[in-house]
């Protein structure tokens, strides 16, 4: 089931090469829904947000039926010229689909602050609509990568009443990641009857324990989105299976998140980081995201250095009040590091270093006793995430 895109009745799509990009990839791509359908959506909370976030969240409210993609260009720190473009573009493809331009969604990712090549979208959407078809989901999620190096998709089905309910999902990102929303793009479809205000609250739920909850880097992007559409032609409706839904969603977006971290730009690692027992679960937050982004934690995690005293250090430094040395309690894996806020008696550096040498590893804090707990995923910083990001405009 994970590695089988599964198509969604209603929505139609395709992606080409259009030129947008440098590199001969597809770089322009557009999904179909069909008509009566409800999308739902969440965007970046950057004040410098994108010309296509400002025009999305206008036109989230007109019933949307297309998405307009495109790589390559983020169309980000473009000012009045770069919101007329995307307008533009909107015109463009209502057009050709005979629907109003409001009923657009555009989204773009790449490069900041250039103008977008509104030829390449008038040449390319005529292109792109006529090869509109059932099952080029697999396309579109190649046509809206970056510095991505695979895609990530997923499909996840269940069973209602003798009816089967199926929602496929995919999603965009490597660098700049970090929560509200990450550098990302993420396109869920699925086939259950909801409203938007349904739809609004599901994903808001499943984004908030999933691309919420990851960072690469702690860079909060300017282009990210993503989106919740449901064409109602399975026949279900939400209200006769709402906590089944629920939990198909949260599997599918956290699994589109966890693949984000794994592709994470030079990433060798993929690290759980577990705060636990704090005052609330915003400060079991704080002092997990004080870790995931701390430099020298991922540098020694690249490094495979059982260096836990940058870890003691990032939790101590967290921006929470009450944190007593002696609640402290920090675990490798399975192997206790920290007791009490000392070095473990038991502890080997031998031991650690078995622990830091692996591909998956979990940090676990605790820092106090109640049952507040959160995770956020992350990944180590590595020689190529300093090449990749410091070459990324040559």
Known sequence: MANTLLNIKGVTCAAINAGIKNNDALDLSVILLAPNSETAGVFTQNVFCAAPVLV???HLENAPLALLINSGNANAGTGSQGLENTLKTCNILAAELNIKSEQVLPFSTGVIGQQLEVSKFETGIPSVVSQLSADAIGQVAKGILTTDLVEKTISKQFDINGETVTI???????????????????????????TQDQLQSCLNTAT????????????????????????????????????????????????????????GEGATKFVEVCVKGGSNTQDCLEVAYTVAHSPLVKTALFASDANWGRILAAVGRANIANLNIEDINIYLNKVSIVKSGEPDANYTEQA???????????????????????????????????????????
């Open 56 to 58: 999305a969240k206008n």
């Open 168 to 194: 496929t999902g995919i999603a965009k990102g490597s660098g700049m990641i970090r929560p509200n929303m990450a550098t990302m793009l993420s396109f869920v479809f699925t086939d259950i009857k909801a």
């Open 208 to 263: 908030n324990q999933s691309f919420n909850r990851i960072t690469v880097d702690g860079d909060t992007s300017t282009n990210d989105a993503c989106t919740l559409s449901a064409t109602g032609m399975s026949g279900v409706d939400i209200s006769d299976c709402t906590s089944e839904f629920q939990q198909a969603l949260n599997t599918v977006t956290k699994t589109l998140a966890h693949k984000i971290i794994k592709d």
């Open 352 to 394: 650690g270093s078995a622990e830091m040498v692996k591909e998956n590893i979990v940090i676990t804090i605790e820092i106090g006793i109640s049952d507040a707990q959160e995770s956020v995923w992350t990944t180590d910083f590595s020689y190529d995430y300093v090449k990749i990001n410091a070459e990324y405009r040559t």
